[in-house]
């Protein structure tokens, strides 16, 4: 195995291109199979307007202005006609811009929140009364907190004494619009999960709201809060489609994950971090790949003809394009396959007698080949189909019960038996690596302990051998009041046992797996 | 057609003929199927084209030469659909798409891993590269090509890079006849000792 896996397409370090990886997102824009990255180009001089430009590998092949400075660009399919031709959203300030070809169709602009009657009542005086009294309104105004203020007001609070007379007089019939700015962007399918299958556009706002639209029509389909308290989105990252189920991860500024699927009208936390995430990423690769200059955006997709392809962008401007090579191997070689091909050439092959079985076999095997064929091939199908609803599924339902380290990889099953009170929670876990022992390895339940009260919560283990699955019991009961009733803050929604895999010197457990308890059934308690 | 011509010069000079095989390979897209086209005959004897699962062999016969095509995919179990060949073929085609700057580090891999192969390391096998799509406005010349894949560093196989339009055919024709005069030479020149028969 070679030490790298990455092949250097190319380090342009004259692209000159700064931008995020938010702004950046890679697609079949022509339909000819030859993927293209979109980026945004952001300039830190406010004097040079902002472009969107499409990279054909290296070259830039499209270049133009943008309105604003944008937060996110995003490629989208709208339909399932053909030829499949993907459309481009740039978002900028509160509004997006729809692209097809590259040509501008379509500005949505999201809706105003509540502005303040207080505020509308300021206004309805400025603009009748005479200008001596307006200090006495715009301190008024200024008296509600900036952000909740419109625009417009934002605007006249900022003015001297001279310059508010004519901005009122200008106004004289305003229009009090608080837009929010959109932050973030995704993609979600709309109901086929399939590459360039139509998707369903997510926007994060900067007042908290996740919008899920559907960019055929442009109607907003479903609308929630990031979380219930103050939690301003950043990042965001989807899966699922919108029909079937869905699952939106948002990391906030506020430095918490929260997770919002389908149907729920407010995400919920998962994991408080220390710091915000500076960017969320799905890959899961044990490299390290040193970048002489601080990478400032990345993505990884399908660019050119390539299908796995990262692509850098660093603060000086430079644009790294890596493939990973097509031989790269991500899981330990078998030492026993060390044998050279000059070996197995002068081996001779026992080749036993033929018998009449296999005679006969080889005529029916002649005789039938392509219907033999046949039949294997649709099994064949039929069995990657299997394989890969079953991958699928599992991506789907289990929050996290794959341990995501390379170097110790583990599956978690968990399984509730019993009618409540007291539970038996029993945890499988298995050492899915093909040749290497999983050491030092402790396993912690944790629950609010005013509602579950846990015997034994914590365990170090014994170490795991590769396919022997591990069995683990706990008693696990609810913490009933005195008089036998459910803890009262206990809903269905936080019945729920933290399962975490640590390993020695790790800080980050391997996996943090969730468990819904079943309510307990205490009719059967008081008979 | 020039090709089966030379092909026929050489193998009228041998009493017994024998099988010539070549190996058409490159990245998907860079032109197999366009060069191999240009060179199959109307009554091309043996044709099969088996565009499956993920991969494209094209396969067909003439006047005792066959000639194989594949798309050098990426899948790790593929990969000895063609390497297979290297024990026995007289001669490579190697066809690299020069409009797509971005994946000739995915060529250079790829020709790499070749040369580095057991089969083919110390075979003596003329390697043909057509740097094809010149007429591509962002086309890479074939001198630059070289470079970037190292070619002067190949000193124990004949090579020769030609610039190629394999929708107009221009300079197919060039790159074959150096290719056949090569293969003369191996086929017509006792074997070395590295050559499996
Ligand atoms: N402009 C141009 N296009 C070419 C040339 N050779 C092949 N093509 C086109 O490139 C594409 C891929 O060619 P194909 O022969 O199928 O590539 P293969 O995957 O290597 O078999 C097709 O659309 C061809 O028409 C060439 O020399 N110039
Ligand atoms: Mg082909």
Known sequence: MSKTRWLDALSDGTAGLKTISSCMSVCDLKNDNYYKLIAAEISFDLEIKPRLRVYKGTQVVHDQNLPGIPSAVESLYIDETHPKMPIVAVSVGPSILFYRNMKPYFKYTVPSLIIEPLEMEIWKKLVSDRSDNYQKHIDDLKSINTSELSTLSQQLITLNDDEREFFIRDNMEPKLERLPTIVAMTKIYKSIEEEKSSNCLIIATESSDILIMDVQSFNILHQARVCNFKATPDLLSASGSFQNDFKIVIATREGSLCILRKNWLEGREIVKLENPATAMCLLQIDQTIVVLNTVLAMTFGKLGLEDHVLVLVTNNGSLLIKILKRTAEFSEPLSVESKTTEDSTNMTVAIPKKTKIFIEQTIREKENASAIHNIFQSELWRMRLEAAKTTIDILRTGDSTFSGDYQTPLKLLAQVDGLGPDFLLTVTLENISATKIAGNLSILLHADPEHYKIKRRYADLSPLMPGIPLEMDFQVSVALTPDNLLPSDMTTENSIIRVLIIKENLSKPLIASTVVMPQPELQLLIT | ?197
Not at chain 2, 141 to 149: F, H, R, T, W
Request: hydrophobic share 40%.
């Open chain 2, 1 to 197: 057609m020039v090709f089966e011509k030379l092909f026929m010069k050489i193998l009228n000079k041998e009493r017994k003929p024998k099988q010539i095989s070549i190996l058409i390979i490159g990245l998907n897209n860079s032109g197999k199927s366009t060069i191999v086209n240009f060179f199959k005959n109307k009554d091309v004897r043996k044709s099969v084209s088996i565009p499956t699962i993920g991969f494209n062999i094209e396969h067909f016969e003439n006047q005792g030469v066959s000639f194989t095509a594949y798309d050098m995919a990426g899948i790790g179990r593929y990969r000895n659909l063609w390497e297979h060949h290297f024990k026995t073929c007289n001669g490579i085609v190697f066809v690299i798409d020069s409009s797509d700057r971005m994946r000739l580090v995915v060529v250079k891999d790829e020709l790499d891993l070749l040369l580095q192969h057991p089969d083919l390391k110390r075979r003596r096998v003329p390697i043909l590269f057509f740097a094809n799509k010149m007429d591509c406005i962002d086309a890479l010349s074939s001198v630059k090509i070289a470079a970037g894949l190292n070619l002067e560093k190949v000193d124990n196989k004949p090579w020769q890079i030609c610039s190629s339009n394999a929708l107009s055919g221009e300079g197919l024709q060039n790159g074959v006849h150096w290719l056949t005069s090569q293969i003369k030479e191996c086929v017509l020149t006792p074997p070395d000792k590295e050559v499996y028969d």
